[in-house]
């Protein structure tokens, strides 16, 4: 079955400090995986995605993720935080499930800046 | 403009009521989605429906039910059955195919009183 993990629940940097969030899947078959991002009580906004050729993509907000398939991870990073990135970031699989097509998240990283 | 709708933003249902969210879209997607979120557990997807008429169970339907009588609507029916539905409700629709991603809508916050 697809999964994704966040090993992170939350994180805290200061602003202008570099950042690295994890994300690792398991996916049987080509895995197509996508950064979200959500503000507190609103809905998710996508930052970016991957589905083959470079394994690095660029994203919205100045976001970047690798994809590495010998380590089944899709990590976000971002060089210089801001404090408006403060959120909550979630990594999600696409997979097909009995034809149908379904979005899997991990369990999400709350981002804190320090001023 | 292009979205997602969600309403209401916040609903309040008492205990033994049954409650019905709505989701409309006018992106003209073939599949919708609802999810649930809850702190500390992600998303977790109730229903999706790849076309109209024909809708399947996520990991957690217990106790919901939906329909998709017209591409644009997907509302999500919370019944007396499910055991804690205080949480956050979010729907989304994409284009099928899993290289597509889901555009959100803001969401509804249910809370049983």
């Known amino acids: 079955a697809q999964s994704v993990t966040q090993p992170d629940i939350h994180i805290t940097v200061s602003e202008g400090a570099s950042l690295e969030l994890r994300c690792n899947y398991s996916y049987g078959a080509t895995p197509y995986l996508f950064w979200y991002v959500q503000s507190p009580g609103q809905g998710l906004q996508l930052l970016l995605k991957?589905?083959?050729?470079?394994?690095l993509v660029q994203g919205i907000k100045g976001f970047e993720a690798e994809f590495k398939r010998s380590q089944s991870s899709f990590n976000l990073r971002k060089p210089s935080v801001h404090w408006s990135d403060a959120a909550e970031y979630f990594c999600?699989?696409?997979?097909?499930?009995?034809?149908?097509?379904?979005?899997?998240f991990g369990q999400g990283t709350r981002l804190t800046i320090n001023p | 403009d292009g979205g997602i709708t969600q309403s209401p933003k916040y609903l309040f249902r008492k205990e033994g009521q049954n409650v019905t969210l709505s989701c409309e879209q006018n992106l003209n997607h073939d599949a919708m989605y609802w999810y649930r979120q809850d702190p500390g557990q992600g998303l977790r997807l109730i229903y999706y429906?790849?076309?109209?008429?024909?809708?399947q169970k996520g990991d957690i339907a217990e106790g919901y039910s939906v329909s998709r009588e017209k591409k644009e609507s997907f509302p999500l029916t919370v019944t007396s059955a499910q055991k804690n539905p205080t949480a956050f409700y979010l729907c989304a629709s994409s284009r099928t195919g899993a290289s597509t991603e889901a555009f959100f809508g803001q969401g509804t916050r249910l809370t049983v009183v």
């Open positions: 429906s790849q076309i109209v008429n024909d809708f």
């Open positions: 991957y589905f083959s050729g470079d394994t």
């Open positions: 999600a699989v696409g997979a097909r499930d009995q034809g149908a097509q379904k979005l899997v």
